[in-house]
C-alpha cells in the first residue's frame, strides 16, 4: 500500500539488500510499494574468511528477492556491488542511472556484524573488516551517491543503517559499535555538506531486529552470557518499553519516512527504532 504518493517513480539504491529476511530487504519491498524503482546491491559472493557464505547475500539470493517486488507489481533490478570497492560504489551509482534514468534515494544497508570477540581476542584484520564495510563502504555510497545527486541538481535522500550501538557500547562489539559511533559523525556532517544542495542525510538505529545479522548476535550473546536462548531473548522484551524486539518492517517503515516529503526538513538526524529501549 502507498502512502506517500511522492515516492512513486523515484529510483532508490539499497546496499547489502541481497540477503532473504536482511532489513534491505524489507526497505526494498516496501519503498518498491510505495512505487519507488529499486536497485539491489549486495556483494553476491563469499568474498573472504571474514564473509561466511551465511552471512552473505548472494546473486541467486539478490535475483529472488527482485522477482518478488517484480510478482507484487513493483520494478526492481540487480547489480553486484561490494562497498569495500570504490570502482563497485561509483559503478551501482552508473547502474541506476543507466537503468532508471536518474537517483533519487541512496541507502547505505550493508553491514558485517558477526565478528563479536573481546578486544584482547580481536585480530586487527576483523577490526579492518568491520570498519571497512561499516564505515569506509557507507563514505563510499554518501560519495558517489552524492556526487550523482548533486549533478542532477534536484535533491534526493540519504538513509545510514546504523544500530543501537550507534549510541549505546556493547561489549564484545568493539568494532561494531565504533562504526555505528562513526557513522553518526559521517551522517551529521554529510547532512551539514549536503544540505545546501537539498540533499537530507539521516541514520535509523535500530535496536535488535531478530532476523539478519541480528540473528547472529541473539544467537552469540545468549551462549556468552549463559543465560541460553529462551531467558536471553525474554530479558530483551522485558527491558523494551514496547515489550518486542524490533521486526524488518518497523525499520522499513521509517525508512519510507524519511525519503518522503514528510521528512522534509529532517537531516543529520540519527533517529532510533527501538520500541523505546534506546533514548539518545
Ligand atoms: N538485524 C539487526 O538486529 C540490526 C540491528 C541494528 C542494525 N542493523 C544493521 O542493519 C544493516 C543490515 O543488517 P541485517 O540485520 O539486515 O543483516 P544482513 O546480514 O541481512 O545484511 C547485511 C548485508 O551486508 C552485506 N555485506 C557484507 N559485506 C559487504 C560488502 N563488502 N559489500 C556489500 N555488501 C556487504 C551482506 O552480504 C548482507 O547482505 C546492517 O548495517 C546492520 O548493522 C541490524
Not at 577490526?127 to 545527486?149: E, P, S
Not at 562489539?173 to 562504526?179: D, F, G, I, K, Q
Not at 524490533?246 to 521509517?254: L, N, P, Y
Request: with cysteine.
Amino acid at each position: 500500500m502507498s502512502i506517500y504518493k511522492e515516492l512513486k517513480g523515484k529510483v532508490a539504491v539499497i546496499t547489502g539488500a541481497g540477503r532473504k529476511a536482511g532489513l534491505g530487504e524489507a526497505m526494498a519491498k516496501r519503498l518498491a510499494q510505495e512505487g519507488c524503482k529499486i536497485v539491489i546491491t549486495d556483494i553476491g559472493y563469499a568474498d573472504s574468511k571474514h564473509a561466511p557464505d551465511t552471512a552473505v547475500g548472494t546473486s541467486a539470493e539478490m535475483q529472488q528477492i527482485v522477482d518478488e517486488i517484480v510478482a507484487a507489481g513493483g520494478e526492481a533490478t540487480s547489480v553486484v556491488c561490494n562497498v569495500l570497492k570504490d570502482e563497485d560504489v561509483a559503478g551501482a551509482v552508473s547502474f541506476a542511472v543507466e537503468t532508471y534514468g536518474k537517483l533519487d534515494i541512496w541507502i547505505n544497508n550493508a553491514g558485517v556484524g558477526f565478528l563479536m570477540k573481546p578486544i584482547l581476542e580481536m585480530d586487527v584484520s576483523e577490526w579492518d573488516t568491520v570498519l571497512g564495510v561499516n564505515l569506509r563502504g557507507t563514505f563510499l555510497g554518501i560519495k558517489y551517491a552524492a556526487q550523482q545527486m548533486v549533478k542532477q541538481g534536484h535533491g534526493g535522500k540519504i538513509i545510514n543503517i546504523g544500530s543501537q550501538a550507534s549510541k549505546s557500547a556493547f561489549a564484545h562489539a568493539s568494532a561494531y559499535t565504533t562504526s555505528k559511533h562513526g557513522m553518526n559523525g559521517l551522517t551529521r556532517v554529510a547532512a551539514q555538506e549536503l544540505g545546501p544542495n537539498k540533499i537530507n542525510v539521516n541514520e535509523i538505529c535500530p535496536n535488535h531486529v531478530t532476523t539478519g545479522l541480528g540473528a547472529w548476535q541473539n544467537e552469540h550473546f545468549s551462549q556468552v552470557s549463559g543465560k541460553g536462548y529462551d531467558k536471553y531473548m525474554q530479558d530483551m522484551r522485558d527491558r523494551i518499553p514496547l515489550g518486542r524486539p524490533g521486526e524488518q518492517e518497523d525499520i522499513a517503515k521509517a525508512c519510507a519516512f524519511l525519503c518522503s516529503d514528510q521528512a522534509i526538513y529532517i537531516t543529520g538526524e540519527c533517529m532510533n527504532v527501538s520500541g523505546g529501549e534506546e533514548y539518545h
